[in-house]
DNA sequence: ATGGCTGGTAGAACCAGA
């Protein structure tokens, strides 16, 4: 008799200004685990209550004040919970726990990297890479079963992105962020949960811009936010979703939740 | 069509997102 253990991830874009949408979602979907990235608030005034009330009193918050920010709200108890700085710069940008189960969760807000593709004129992609290069090597020294989920900001297969031709010199997509996510994805063998249950080339897209009028019209997604699976968790993995219809939601945000279901 | 929008914060002809 096996449980099944169900993880949302969402980039949020202010978990204050969406908490109808936050609602919705557990409501429809009842995860066990919801992951919110961009929170944009301070651990202090964080909504709780909107949680607490819907049974997800288990918490691990990381914010900061006006950007990033990132929490983990859970019916389930949460242990060890732990931050890393992988940019070395004091931003909020990942919490992790341990699940009851024996499964380490780690969620994670990578720096989106700035205009220019080009570490020498532009600081914020010099630490966009050098915060992957630490997860790298973080991850290369992992020895337990884990969860790692997000918004990597990087697309890495050309089907993930409407056009690979014109957002090839475009932060998110570029070959230099597309090899630094390769070689984190290698340092550990890690399963990208989309692509087992959605194999490329099909389309995939988490993402999409708030300056298009109609995001539908010309369907310029990409493939930003990710959940990836150590591979001693290869067995369990059970279904992988994107909810894409969240985009049409009053007031979205321009990402959609991502759910995957392991047997544990 | 690298920004056509959005949120936070201040009270901006701002910043950041990607």
């Known amino acids: 008799m096996t449980k099944r253990l169900k993880i949302v991830s969402w980039n949020i874009n202010s978990v204050r200004a969406r908490t109808a949408l936050v609602e919705r979602l557990l409501d429809e979907h009842q995860p ?17 209550d909107l949680f607490r009330s819907r049974g997800y009193v288990h918490m691990a918050l990381n914010g900061q004040k006006m950007h990033h920010g990132v929490a983990i709200l859970s019916r389930l108890p949460l242990n060890d919970p732990g931050r890393h700085d992988w940019q070395d710069n004091g931003e909020a940008r990942h919490v992790g726990v341990r699940l009851e189960c024996g499964i380490r969760l780690e969620n994670v807000y990578v720096p989106a990297g700035g205009d220019t593709p080009d570490r020498n004129v532009n600081l914020k992609f010099g630490q966009k890479l050098d915060f992957i290069e630490r997860m790298t090597r973080w991850s290369d020294g992992l020895c337990e079963p884990t969860i ?15 056009s690979h031709k014109a957002l090839l010199n475009v932060v998110s997509h570029t070959p230099i962020e597309v090899e630094a996510l390769g070689r984190l994805q290698q340092a550990h063998g890690w399963i990208d949960i989309g692509r087992k249950f959605t194999p490329a080339p099909t389309r995939c897209f988490t993402w999409w811009s708030y300056r298009s ?7 310029r997604g990409r493939r930003l936010d990710h959940m990836w699976a150590s591979p001693e968790l290869a067995g369990h993995l059970a279904a992988h979703i994107v909810l894409e219809p969240c985009r049409n939601w ?3 945000s321009d990402h959609v939740p991502l759910i995957c279901e392991l047997h544990i």
Do not use: H, M, Y
């Open 32 to 48: 066990d685990v919801l992951c919110l990235q961009e929170t944009k608030v301070v651990d202090g005034t964080f909504p709780s």
């Open 148 to 162: 790692i989920v997000g918004d990597f900001n990087v697309a890495p297969l050309e089907c993930d992105v409407w």
């Open 213 to 219: 009028p109609d995001w539908t019209k010309n369907d």
């Open 250 to 252: 009053e007031r979205p």
